[in-house]
T-cell receptor, first 111, second 113 residues
Framework: GIQVEQSPPDLILQEGANSTLRCNFSDSVNNLQWFHQNPWGQLINLFYIPSGTKQNGRLSATTVATERYSLLYISSSQTTDSGVYFCAVPDSGGGADGLTFGKGTHLIIQP | NAGVMQNPRHLVRRRGQEARLRCSPMKGHSHVYWYRQLPEEGLKFMVYLQKENIIDESGMPKERFSAEFPKEGPSILRIQQVVRGDSAAYFC???????????FGSGTRLTVV
């Protein structure tokens, strides 16, 4: 099956810093999603981004499908950004399907 | 729109008992997915269902685990004769057929004692 690798596994930053999280995947996909799991365990869908760039407030994401990676940018970090960030791609390339998740980046924002 | 509803939020079972986890999808979503998250790990796909049909159960353990999504009512993930290794967070997600609206519930934390 498709492999998803995320880096870095852990990241500790001071409030106000910027960060870049990376997601590499082993095969062509036409769907990629970024999720944030907050410290209470809730999973929030951040972006659906099969290609190109999207922005939502202080967060933005870029997927370069031809090179099989995606980046999540967090600017001016706040303590509420803490948690685990996952990227996920469909098991079989696209459509309504189960997702394969990376192991996540554990982000801690210190005040 | 109430979102994806899972219950119970926390479930404690003794070894050998049965666990039943429920998931009501978002209104208008016809696809339901179950995932398991072990401590300090990512989510692992278990099963994908549509109404009255199991579409993909490639991630389900071969024994003791079953899932259904009946014509009426919530989707149920059933774990028979639970063991300590079943302790995990179980998440349900739903989507319309085009997957853009893939939304997770808050999860059920199962603890087997």
């Amino acid at each position: 099956g498709i492999q998803v690798e995320q880096s870095p596994p852990d990241l500790i930053l001071q409030e106000g810093a910027n960060s870049t999280l990376r997601c590499n995947f082993s095969d062509s996909v036409n769907n990629l999603q970024w999720f944030h799991q907050n410290p209470w365990g809730q999973l929030i869908n951040l972006f659906y981004i099969p290609s190109g760039t999207k922005q939502n407030g202080r967060l933005s994401a870029t997927t370069v499908a031809t090179e099989r990676y995606s980046l999540l940018y967090i600017s001016s970090s706040q303590t509420t950004d803490s948690g685990v960030y996952f990227c996920a791609v469909p098991d079989s390339g696209g459509g309504a399907d189960g997702l394969t998740f990376g192991k996540g980046t554990h982000l801690i924002i210190q005040p | 729109n109430a979102g994806v509803m899972q219950n119970p939020r926390h479930l404690v079972r003794r070894r050998g008992q049965e666990a039943r986890l429920r998931c009501s999808p978002m209104k208008g979503h016809s696809h339901v997915y179950w995932y398991r998250q072990l401590p300090e790990e990512g989510l692992k796909f278990m099963v994908y269902l549509q109404k009255e049909n199991i579409i993909d159960e490639s991630g389900m353990p071969k024994e003791r685990f079953s899932a259904e999504f009946p014509k009426e009512g919530p989707s149920i993930l059933r774990i028979q004769q639970v063991v300590r290794g079943d302790s995990a967070a179980y998440f349900c997600a739903s989507s319309p057929p085009w997957i853009y609206g893939y939304t997770f519930g808050s999860g059920t934390r199962l603890t087997v004692v």
